[in-house]
């Protein structure tokens, strides 16, 4: 018997499996591969997030839906189409194979939230069923936290909730939220309508550019009308927990960053010799894959060409659908030996939700707005919902809706102590003094460093950095008796969170790392000068440009061999290179460097920009030169480069420099330093050097 495998339960592979089981009257046999054991009706992803919807409602199982299809919730690894099979997870996690007589590849793209810095580790994204629960549970979970706060600032900052994206999920997600929010609100005591902000963010003049621009303006209006905050024509740069920096130089700050743009190709389909359009698998008109004659592609995964208006068919599950019901009237065919059929599809129209029960929609030639368009959102999503039991539960949900308050319940997942990663921005605070901190900071890349404010002047002084590699724990400021000592990143910082409880049991079994934390947070970062007032006095009263340079840099280009550079650091007596690239400062390396290099399988004539210490520290010419002796006691460098405000090499300061800067003051004692005090800090700066 032929077998056809058909991998993804979504709009294009349910529709595909049930019309290939209705035409080959149980000729063939149909095998249907999907993660999941159920289908996701993506298109009401946003009810679920809003609480009007319940999830068990969005999600039909497919053994229900599709009863003589084999289904198998299994993970497809990997497509061989030289062998004619798949390679998918076995329920053990080996990987098996099966073969198939045809190949429908209808496996939808997936989320990818890596186009911005911070986007990953702090918005929120919508394509599961568990993105919706975790979204509706975030979303109650601030507004409990708003009703708690003690500040009008706390408050407004939990309750603004900020979307990407004015397409059809982020219009309608953001339209969701606000009816959420403000139904909740007379629920909560301290939270009142003004303090509530939902703010859409879109790159384009209008949302939803699909639209006439009657219906795009009437949206526009009535999302306004219902407080939503609507801003074109910016573009998001950087999320962090604080909210989102735009291009533009504007930040928006709120508790909560929704994500409805950024996808990726699936693996799958990325892995595939194949001809692709944008990462999609352009298919010949019949839908086959060319040069497949037994692979067919239908759905988001695929760019299918339309015959009815020449253009390709838009990633909407009206298309999938329609692309899979085809597709298996083409497979039908081949196997009855006739003729395949190119793809031909008439778009009825497109419907969208705005909220307040209210939606714009354009269906077969004609416009709606308002509550008729919602009305006719719904009920076609109604009844495009496959089995009769899943329409009566969205219905019921529905109507219950219209009279009984929203589900303010919330769960917290079960995630209680959680290893995650954080972004911030330069000068965002990590932690203040008196604050007390359920994670650690390890920091990944980017510095964190610990400031005061003077009491006379309100200036920030800066008491010491922290790089990449180190530990932030309340220890790091345990030294520190004034009230407004805290840890803010000093650039962009990217952080592992670590939940003190993970840690503890993760150290329990692995008895090194325990050592190394343990090290790391304990030792109060209060810097080496603390101990030395007046050389710190001393140091802090000049900058890096005043100290003697008694040694000009190396700078080597990234293609320049470490044999090279090292026998230029002999013959020069030099400490170390500074490498650069397009006249910025990318890495840095010691002979020490390159000897590890050479004894880890470099060669004299390998690249010294693939072995030096990428993205080191560098001070600028106006830095206090305390800093730069504090750093260097306290990560170990000889030396650091100087650099312009653009990241280009003006010098090097070596521990050479500081130690002879120090013993210039203790003889000198311009500034009550006494001789032991400077040169017992000196002696500290130049100790751990290596
Ligand atoms: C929030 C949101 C709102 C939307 N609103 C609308 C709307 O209003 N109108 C509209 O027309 N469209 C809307 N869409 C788009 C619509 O949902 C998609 O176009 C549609 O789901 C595409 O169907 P598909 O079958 O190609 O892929 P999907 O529905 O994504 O299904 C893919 C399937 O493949 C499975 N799969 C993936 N990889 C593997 C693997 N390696 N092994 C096994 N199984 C795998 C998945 O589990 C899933 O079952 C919305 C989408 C979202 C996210």
């Given at each position: 018997m032929k077998r056809i495998v058909i991998i993804g339960g979504g709009f294009a592979g349910v529709k595909c499996a049930r019309v290939l089981t209705k035409q080959l009257r149980g000729s063939a046999e149909v095998v249907l591969f999907s993660r999941d054991n159920h289908m996701v009706f993506q298109p009401l992803l946003p009810d679920v997030a809003g609480s009007s919807l319940n999830p068990r409602a969005v999600a039909p199982p497919l053994r229900l839906m599709l009863p003589r299809v084999h289904c198998r919730t299994e993970t497809v690894l990997a497509i061989d189409t030289a062998a004619n099979e798949v390679v998918h997870e076995g329920h053990d996690g080996a990987p098996r194979r099966m073969r198939y007589d045809h190949l429908v590849i209808a496996c939808g793209n997936v989320v990818n939230l890596?186009?911005?810095?911070g986007m990953a580790d702090h918005a929120l994204p919508l394509k599961t069923i568990g993105d919706a629960i975790a979204m509706r549970a975030h979303v109650m979970q601030k507004l409990e936290k708003a009703d708690l706060a003690e500040t009008a600032e706390q408050r407004a900052f939990y309750l603004t909730f900020i979307v990407v994206g004015g397409g059809f999920s982020g219009v309608e997600v953001a339209g969701e939220l606000n009816d959420l929010v403000r139904h909740s609100?007379?629920?909560?005591?301290?939270?009142?309508?003004?303090d509530v902000m939902v703010t859409l963010l879109h790159?384009?003049?209008?949302?939803?550019?699909?639209?006439s621009p009657g219906l795009r303006r009437f949206a526009q209006a009535r999302m306004a009308n219902r407080g939503i905050k609507l801003l074109c024509e910016v573009k998001a740069a950087e999320v962090t927990r604080r909210g989102v920096q735009l291009s533009n130089g504007r930040k928006v700050e709120g508790a909560t960053v929704i994500c409805t743009v950024g996808t990726a190709p699936n693996p799958l389909v990325a892995a595939l010799d194949a001809p692709k359009e944008r990462g999609r698998l352009a298919t010949d008109?019949?839908?086959?894959?060319?040069?497949?004659?037994?692979v067919w592609a239908v759905g988001d995964c695929a760019v299918v060409p339309n015959a009815f208006d020449g253009k390709t068919g838009p990633p909407t599950a009206q298309f999938a659908e329609r692309e899979g019901c085809q597709c298996a009237q083409n497979i039908a065919r081949m196997l009855r030996n006739e003729p395949t059929q190119a793809f031909r599809h008439k778009s009825f129209g497109m419907a969208c939700g705005i909220g307040g029960r209210r939606g714009v929609a354009e269906l077969f030639g004609l416009r709606f707005s308002g509550f008729p368009a919602w009305w006719l959102w719904r009920s076609g999503f109604l009844w495009k919902v496959p089995t009769v039991a899943q329409k009566l539960k969205v219905g019921i949900d529905w109507a219950w809706e219209l009279v009984f308050p929203r589900d303010l319940s919330h769960f917290r997942p079960a995630q209680s102590d959680p290893v995650g990663k954080a972004r911030f921005a330069a000068?965002?605070?990590?932690f203040r003094h008196g604050e007390t901190l359920t994670t650690l900071y390890a920091i990944a890349g980017g510095e964190a460093e610990v400031v005061q404010q003077c009491?006379?002047?309100g200036a920030w002084q800066v008491l010491s950095t922290i790089g990449s590699g180190s530990v932030i724990g309340?220890?790091?400021?345990?030294?520190?008796?004034?009230?407004s000592v805290q840890v803010r990143a000093r650039t962009p910082l990217d952080a592992w969170l670590l939940g003190k409880e993970s840690l503890s049991r993760l150290s329990q079994a692995l008895a090194p790392i325990e050592a190394i934390v343990q090290r790391a947070v304990s030792?109060?970062?209060?810097?080496?000068?603390q101990s030395h007032p007046a050389a710190m006095r001393a140091l802090m009263a000049r900058s890096v440009a005043e100290m003697p340079a008694g040694t000009l840099p190396i700078a080597a280009a990234t293609t320049d061999t470490i044999g090279e550079l090292y026998a230029r650091l002999v013959r020069e007596r030099q400490v170390g290179v500074v490498v650069c690239e397009n006249g910025r400062v990318i890495g840095v390396a010691t002979r020490t460097d390159m000897l590890d290099a050479l004894a880890h399988?470099?060669?004299?004539?390998?690249?010294i920009g693939e072995h030096c210490r990428r993205e080191p520290m560098c001070m600028q010419s106006?830095?206090?030169a305390a800093l730069a002796a504090e750093r260097m006691a306290d990560q170990g460098f000889k030396f650091l480069p100087v650099v312009d405000a653009d990241g280009r090499l003006t010098g090097l300061l070596t521990v050479d420099d500081i130690v002879a800067f120090a013993l210039s003051v203790a003889r000198d004692?311009?500034?009550?330093?006494?001789t032991c005090e400077v040169a017992a800090a000196a002696a500290e700066v130049a100790a751990p050097a290596h």
């Open positions: 890596n186009g911005l810095p609100l007379p629920h909560y005591r301290n939270v009142r309508p003004e790159s384009q003049a209008e949302i939803l550019p699909e639209l008109p019949d839908m086959r894959v060319p040069g497949h004659a037994n000068g965002e605070v990590l009491p006379h002047s309340e220890a790091t400021i345990a030294g520190h008796m004034n009230d030792r109060p970062r209060t810097g080496i000068w399988g470099a060669h004299g004539d390998s690249p106006g830095e206090p004692a311009p500034i009550e330093a006494t």
